[in-house]
Antibody
Framework: EVQLVESGGGLVQPGGSLRLSCAAS????????MHWVRQAPGKGLEYVSA????????YYANSVKGRFTISRDNSKNTLYLQMGSLRAEDMAVYYC?????????????WGQGTLVTVSS | DIQMTQSPSSLSASVGDRVTITCQAS??????LNWYQQKPGKAPKLLIY???NLETGVPSRFSGSGSGTDFTFTISSLQPEDIATYYC?????????FGQGTKVEIK
């Protein structure tokens, strides 16, 4: 059974940093690209970042470019999102999602999400 | 970025009704369009991919159609368990972008 479990969310002050993790199981993690998608409270879904299966290619939404870094450790079956210079508008539930085939394909499995709260 | 305009933003229908949601892309995205269902407090779930293909295990009352810039999502007979917010998503180009969502309620 495919499972994606996010962790690392919590309360952080504006300007602070946080690292999210997404532990994958039930599939060959190293064969799949991954996305981070977020959802602000009461709002819709917003793409954050993407990474290819081998980690060689990464992409970012303009809203997080230069502040967030996506990475992965295929030996640990884990995806990461390092978030810095956090702003109030970054407050959201962050989901990791598997990409079915390649970097641009449907997100066929999602984690349960981890909440990031940015507040002083 | 490709803009996805989804409508309506919410709707209320009776059990058994046919429900239709539309999604319009700001440029031609061929059939690179997915539909997701999100129930409160839960992660999105893929229902339809490539505009019209039903994901494995998804009930056949859900369907999708369209290509280019105009797409339609249909629930042929609304069930109580279909109460959720539905999103379209284009994946023709990065960044993938989502519609604003349609909240479906029971009348």
């Amino acid at each position: 059974e495919v499972q994606l479990v996010e962790s690392g969310g919590g309360l952080v002050q504006p300007g602070g940093s946080l690292r999210l993790s997404c532990a994958a199981s039930g599939f060959t993690f190293s064969s799949y690209a991954m996305h981070w998608v977020r959802q602000a409270p009461g709002k819709g879904l917003e793409y954050v970042s993407a990474i290819s299966s081998n980690g060689g290619s990464t992409y970012y939404a303009n809203s997080v470019k230069g502040r967030f870094t996506i990475s992965r450790d295929n030996s640990k079956n884990t995806l990461y999102l390092q978030m810095g210079s956090l702003r109030a508008e970054d407050m959201a539930v962050y989901y990791c999602a598997r990409v079915r085939n390649g970097l641009l394909h449907p997100n066929d499995y999602w984690g349960q999400g981890t909440l990031v709260t940015v507040s002083s | 970025d490709i803009q996805m305009t989804q409508s309506p933003s919410s709707l209320s229908a009776s059990v058994g009704d046919r429900v239709t949601i539309t999604c319009q892309a700001s440029q031609d995205i061929s059939n690179y369009l997915n539909w997701y269902q999100q129930k409160p407090g839960k992660a999105p779930k893929l229902l339809i991919y490539d505009a019209s293909n039903l994901e494995t295990g998804v009930p056949s009352r859900f369907s999708g159609s369209g290509s280019g810039t105009d797409f339609t999502f249909t629930i042929s007979s609304l069930q109580p368990e279909d109460i959720a917010t539905y999103y379209c998503q284009q994946y023709d180009n990065l960044p993938v972008t989502f519609g604003q969502g349609t909240k479906v309620e029971i009348k």
